[in-house]
């Protein structure tokens, strides 16, 4: 036997023992034989060992228990019951399986801190994991996802989980990796039994094969992506409802430009008829009590003609039409003119002006940028009822800021994002027209923004404003070649005009004869191409843009010009301010007033036209002769 046997007297003399229990103590059976415990055993040992022998032959009864072999160091496990008078032992080594006992629950231990630790993860992470069988029997999992313990789940398929159109999504993912023997992934929408909506997953799986290669089941992991998928979701929401507004807005923002268009032609014409009839009665009443009355009227109807310019500046812009004419500025020069005109209405106003000079150079349009400037510094009086208005500039690396800053009445903070919309007016709840009309500022951000620059402004109420904008600087001086027409020479010539409005037409007509003109006229396209034939070919042509019916102005004038043969000075005059109409307009190439047109402006153009008309026949006949 392996296992150690030996028998003992009533004595507690060893009368029997094996080969194992030779090697247990060291000794050969005949030295171990008729000796005691006590004589093969340090006496400590053998006298504890002796008492517990001594125990079961006086009982009767049989024991069992482990020792610490003195002689080896190993663990012994020892069986006693008796046997006639004496007793029977057996003697068995285990101190190898004790170690593999020690180490499989040591092993399993870890195993189990390893599982508790891996669901402590599990259960605060969107991470399902499982594996299945070829049937589609999950064999383990952990989840805290569908609300089934990891137990419960095991044995079940997914359409004990899942609503049947979920289970169904579920099942054919899987038998289609099995199938195709290759990891697969893919996002889920599925509804769990016992929680009643839907979640979303990314399920990755792939198979598991056997020995000979066969797919016998498989793998994976899902991934609850339902707040990320509900979030996706809302943005999707917000895109979609911000686009509807943007379209909302864009269609507003169309319906209003066809209805400010459509409303400024209906109503420039009779403006345009008011200022053209109040220059005939300035002349023939000159001297007379009522020229005060007259003055009043052309200061309303001109107060009328700015509304409908500004509305028109906005049109142009919006339209595109505007093409910046860059040019090397100089600031000091630019606003030391406006200062220049600005501080006599200062000091009229008992206001102090100043400006600080400076040496910086922008690159920009001279035109819009003086518009710019004209509108603030228009504003900084009007709202300065005291103190002072300061103009300079700081320039900071390739840009430079022009600030214009006063001590007037300032701007609430919660209106400082409206000033630059149109006719919004902080201090002008009566709308009183020397206020100004509410429409500078939107057209200074739209003219900045035209120029690649900005705009700002920092006010405090009570206290004043700063209104900021920034250039680009420029590195040289680039002098352009301005000429100006002088309006003041004689008018003499043959004029044609055009326009399907009776009283505009035969105000048009009064005046120019006053001026000195000859004229003939025509509603229609049509009829003016006959008046030619008939009468001969004017010096200048005033069409209006919109006819009633037939030709347009500019078609009647290209008509007239193709007809003819030859160029013949043409201004076209249109109170329709709709971008699109605009664009047209400016992409005819021929010139273009918008109504309603002051009787100056269209006797400056006039003669413009005329004089470089005649200069220029003057100068082709030359050339024809000396050839």
């Given amino acids: 036997m392996r296992e150690g046997y030996a028998e003992m007297d009533d004595g507690l003399r060893f009368v029997l023992v094996n080969h194992a229990v030779e090697t247990l103590f060291h000794q050969p059976a005949d030295h171990i034989l008729g000796q005691k415990l006590g004589d093969l055993l340090p006496e400590d040992i053998a006298v504890s060992l002796e008492n517990r022998l001594q125990q079961v032959l006086d009982s009767g009864t049989e024991a069992q228990f482990e020792h610490c072999w003195p002689l080896t160091d190993n663990r012994i496990e020892l069986r006693i019951r008796c046997k006639g008078e004496g007793l029977a032992l057996f003697l068995a080594e285990i101190t190898d399986f004790r170690n593999a006992e020690r180490a499989l629950r040591q092993e399993t231990e870890r195993w189990q801190m390893i599982d508790e630790r891996f669901k402590a993860a599990l259960s ?28 419960e789940g095991v044995g079940k398929t997914p359409l004990d989980f899942f609503d049947p159109p979920s289970a169904a999504r579920l099942i054919d993912f899987f038998q289609s990796v099995m199938e195709s023997g290759e990891g697969k992934r893919t996002e889920l929408a599925l509804r769990p039994l016992k929680i009643h909506e839907d979640r979303y997953f990314v ?36 895109r979609e409802e911000a686009f509807i507004a943007t379209a909302e807005a864009e269609r507003a923002s169309l319906s209003k430009s066809k209805f400010l268009a459509a409303a400024s032609h209906d109503l420039r014409q009779p403006v345009q008829s008011l200022l053209l009839l109040i ?26 003609r700015l509304l409908f310019d500004s509305m028109l ?20 020069s630019l606003l030391g003119r406006l200062a220049d005109e600005y501080r006599l209405r200062a000091e009229h106003l008992s206001l102090d002006f100043r400006l600080i000079p400076t040496s910086v150079h922008v690159r920009t349009d001279p035109v819009l940028i003086e518009r710019v400037l004209r509108n603030l510094l228009e504003n900084a009086l009007r709202y300065c009822p005291s103190g002072r208005v300061l103009v300079g500039c700081r320039r900071k690396k390739k840009m430079v800021r022009i600030d214009v800053v006063d001590t007037g009445i300032g701007i609430a903070a919660d209106h400082l994002d409206d000033i630059f919309e149109e006719f919004h007016q ?16 939107s057209i ?25 904008i920034t250039l680009p600087v420029a590195h040289q001086l680039v002098t352009g070649d301005r000429r100006a027409i002088d309006g003041t020479e004689g008018a003499e010539g043959l004029i044609l005009i055009i326009e399907d409005d009776a009283l505009l037409r035969d105000s048009l007509e009064m005046m120019l004869r006053n001026w000195g003109y000859r004229t003939m006229s025509a509603c229609l396209g049509e009829e003016a191409l006959a008046k030619i034939e008939e009468f001969g070919i004017p010096d200048a042509v005033i069409a209006d843009y919109r006819l009633s019916s037939g030709l347009t102005g500019i ?4 008509r007239l010009s193709e007809t003819t043969g030859q160029l013949i000075p043409s201004l076209i005059i249109t109170g329709d301010t709709a971008p699109e109409r605009v664009r047209e307009v400016h992409g005819s190439g021929l010139r273009i007033m918008h109504k309603p047109v002051a009787a100056d402006e269209l006797r400056r153009a006039l003669l413009g036209m005329i004089s470089i008309h005649s200069r220029h026949s003057v100068e082709t006949l030359t050339d024809t002769k000396t050839q």
Avoid: C, H
């Avoid at 339209?319 to 860059?326: C, D, E, S, T």
């Fill in 444 to 468: 200074v951000k739209r003219i900045m923004r035209l120029l690649d620059g900005t705009v700002s402004v920092r006010s405090t109420l009570g206290r004043g404003s700063r209104f900021s």
């Fill in 279 to 304: 220059e005939v009665l300035k002349t023939r009443l000159a001297g007379s009590p009522v020229k005060k009355a007259v003055d009043q009227m052309e200061e309303a109807v001109n107060a009328l």
């Fill in 426 to 441: 902080v201090a002008n709840a009566a709308r009183d027209r020397s206020q100004g009309l509410g429409l500078g500022l």
């Fill in 313 to 332: 500046d906005i049109s142009r812009l919006d339209a595109g039409v505007i093409v910046p004419v860059l040019q090397t500025v100089s600031l000091d």
């Fill in 203 to 238: 399920t990755s799986a792939k198979p598991l094969f056997s020995e000979s290669g066969e797919v016998i089941g498989l793998t994976g992991a899902s991934v609850d992506i339902t707040p990320q998928v509900r979030q996706r979701e809302e943005l999707a929401n917000a």
């Fill in 555 to 558: 078609e009647t004038v290209l």
């Fill in 124 to 151: 605060v992470t969107q991470l399902v994991v499982f594996k299945i069988d070829r049937n589609l029997r999950y064999l383990w999992g952990y989840n805290n996802q569908v609300g089934v313990s990891d137990q």
